[in-house]
């Protein structure tokens, strides 16, 4: 999730685009820059880090012009440098863009430019369409870009300038938000409200499949085939902190919403069910490697490491390999059997926990192999990692990690299925089955957030509770753990997440009708188990709040409250299921007047022991 912004108009562009970008810098902030037109020639300046080092790069070399277009960067491919930040030029320096969104088919696209003998300046796939546009241009920037796009396959939110157009900036929308603001004598492209308040209230939203050719005074959005499309010019009256947070009241709400389309950019050129195919590039574990792998611990963090002991199940059973799973300031100290033929995985939003590096370092001090989930590039774990797999979420603000573990179940799913095919323990048609499971979550997930409106009145029956208990079991008992954390840390409620076998073991002396019990019983081989342990808390006062496949018509004779979710496969449906526990806890933290998005006592990263 990257910032991008264009002005044309009377004013100098230069100092409206750097505002833009900052009101854009919460979607990205680990390079910069800002492209302009001046006397036919294009001028870009650019910087690593946050945007004030943009700023004092344009104290040291001012650039002035009427037409111009920015960037902030949240890096996806190619670490945060100088030369993978935006603006890209084509190598004829006529054609300058900024992106954002991913290119599936980089590398096809890679490998067919560097025969014309075209180098490219970066490591981003965003460079590609700058080269695909010079290569259509033929005097024409609208037409030149709707041509090459017809050769993209993913997501863009695109800005593009042409030096021999230099009155004009043409932008395009497919999967990645753009919006155009609509002055007098001026207009505005941006990634979102936000940036475009300060200028205008007057918006054009664009379409996925739209082109528009941006000018001082005119407007024209087509569609890549050149069909003319009227857009609606919308008055929006959000404030400043709405627009942010995109009309949210918290980023927290924010991100639970963003899910699907996290869930999508993370999968995105990276599974193609139809074929079973799954090509995770950053992994590049050696087909003989995966093979011969004795072990794999997973080590993270809070609901990272819930996201590993979820994934524990797949690793399991799909790929046969012994696997555990280890909370990393434990993982440390104590003195796990290591060797060579040991697979490590840290999993670490934001790739700067200290515990996890720590373990990692202990474990690469073993000469284990190392894998890192994370979802910032050139975070310290992913430059300790020999290989990391980057989720693509975007920021993720609030200090709840939600999007964030969602985001990474994906990647670790996609990892057990494409080990467990190359170990022959999984048949291509049995692969190709997963994968389209896979693919419809976004899918479900959006079906199911349509509707939120029940959990809004449990949130209120429950919010003056005391205790929680979240019990599940299997691939759900993590997900148990991960609801339970979401209460403690936004709504500061004891909550505990149980193992539901364990319930007999003791816990169930706490029973009474002073406690609800949350329970995850969707459709899977343990369903029975899990609503026995249902009865046996119902029995003894407790009520009980059961998550559920929406087919199951029978558990509304066991359950006090019944939310529904989509029909998922058991081993995935930690995805589904921990949606609702995600809300639950929002809601009650809400009605009790928490600050969501910045809970006491909690940091978004924990860089100290
Ligand atoms: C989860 O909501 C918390 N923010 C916290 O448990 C977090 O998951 C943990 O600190 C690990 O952070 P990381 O993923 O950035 O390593």
């Given at each position: 999730m990257c910032g991008i912004f264009g002005y044309v108009g009377n004013k100098n562009s230069v100092d409206i685009i750097f505002s833009g970008l900052k009101k854009l810098e919460y979607r990205g902030y680990d390079s910069s820059g800002i492209a302009v037109v001046i006397d036919k020639e294009l001028q870009i300046r650019r910087s690593v880090g946050?945007?004030?080092?943009?700023?004092?790069?344009?104290?040291?070399?001012?650039?002035?012009?009427?037409?111009?277009?920015?960037?902030?960067?949240?890096?996806t491919h190619g670490k945060p440098s100088e030369k993978n930040a935006h603006p890209h030029m084509d190598p004829t320096k006529s054609i300058v863009i900024v992106h954002n969104g991913i290119v599936e088919n980089y590398?096809?696209?890679?490998?067919?430019?560097?025969?014309?003998?075209w180098e490219f300046k970066s490591e981003t796939d965003t460079e590609i369409i700058a080269h695909l546009i010079r290569r259509c241009y033929k005097n024409n920037l609208f037409?030149?870009?709707?041509?090459?796009?017809?050769?993209?396959k993913g997501s863009y939110a695109l800005g593009v300038l042409c030096k021999y157009e230099s009155d004009k900036i043409v932008c395009a929308k497919q999967d990645a938000p753009l919006i155009i603001g609509v002055g007098k004598g001026e207009n505005f492209i941006a990634s979102d409200v936000t940036a475009l308040l300060p200028y205008t209230r007057d918006m054009i939203f664009l379409e996925d499949g739209d082109i528009a050719e941006v000018s001082a005074e005119k407007i024209v959005v087509k569609d890549i085939k050149d069909g003319i499309k009227n857009r609606e010019i919308k008055n929006i009256q959000w404030n400043a902190a709405q627009a942010e947070k995109d009309g949210y009241k918290h980023f927290m709400l924010k991100e639970i919403f963003e899910q699907p389309r996290a869930i999508e950019n993370t999968f995105r050129g990276r599974i193609y069910p139809e074929t079973g195919r799954i090509c995770i590039e950053e992994a590049k574990l050696k087909e003989e490697d995966i093979r011969s792998l004795s072990n794999i611990y997973i080590v993270a963090c809070g609901t990272s490491y819930h996201a590993g002991?979820?994934?524990k199940f797949l690793f399991e059973n799909f790929t046969k390999i012994p696997t555990e799973v280890d909370i990393a300031s434990e993982f440390r100290y104590r003195t796990p059997i290591l060797n060579e033929k040991t697979l490590i995985i840290v999993i670490s939003q934001s790739g700067e926990t200290a515990d996890t590096l720590a373990a990692l370092k202990l474990a690469k001090s073993k000469s284990c192999q190392t894998l890192a989930v994370c979802n910032v590039v050139d975070s310290s774990i992913s430059r300790e990692a020999k290989y990391t797999v980057y989720t693509h979420c975007g920021p993720e603000i609030g200090v709840a990690s939600t999007k964030a573990f969602t985001?990474?179940?994906?990647?670790?799913?996609?990892l057990a299925f494409d080990w467990a095919y190359k170990r022959g323990k999984l048949t291509k048609e049995k692969l190709k089955e997963y994968l389209k499971e896979l693919w419809e979550i976004p899918l479900k997930i959006s079906k199911f957030l349509k509707n939120t409106e029940s959990l809004q009145t449990l949130a209120k029956e429950f919010m003056n509770k005391k205790d929680f208990l979240y019990l599940g079991r299997h691939v759900n008992y993590p997900v148990a753990l991960e609801g339970a954390l979401k209460l403690k840390e936004i709504a500061y409620m004891h909550a505990e997440g149980y193992a539901a076998g364990e319930m007999k073991h003791g816990p169930i002396a706490l029973i009474d009708e002073s406690i609800p019990i949350l329970a995850?019983?969707?459709?899977?081989?343990?369903?029975?188990?899990?609503?026995?342990?249902?009865e046996e808390v119902k029995s003894r006062g407790g009520s009980v709040v059961v998550v559920a496949s929406e087919s199951d018509k029978e558990i509304v004779t066991k359950s006090d409250y019944t939310i529904y979710v989509p029909e998922v496969d058991e081993f995935i449906s930690p995805l589904m299921t921990v949606i609702p526990l995600q809300l639950l806890a929002y809601y009650i933290a809400v009605f009790l007047g928490c600050d969501v998005d910045q809970p006491r006592n909690l940091a978004k990263s924990v860089t100290v022991e």
């Open positions: 946050r945007l004030c080092n943009l700023k004092s790069n344009l104290l040291k070399s001012p650039m002035s012009a009427n037409i111009g277009i920015g960037h902030t960067r949240w890096a590398g096809k696209l890679r490998t067919e430019l560097l025969k014309c003998e037409n030149a870009v709707q041509k090459a796009l017809c050769k993209v002991l979820a994934s985001s990474q179940l994906a990647v670790l799913y996609l995850i019983a969707v459709k899977s081989e343990v369903y029975k188990k899990i609503v026995s342990n249902i």
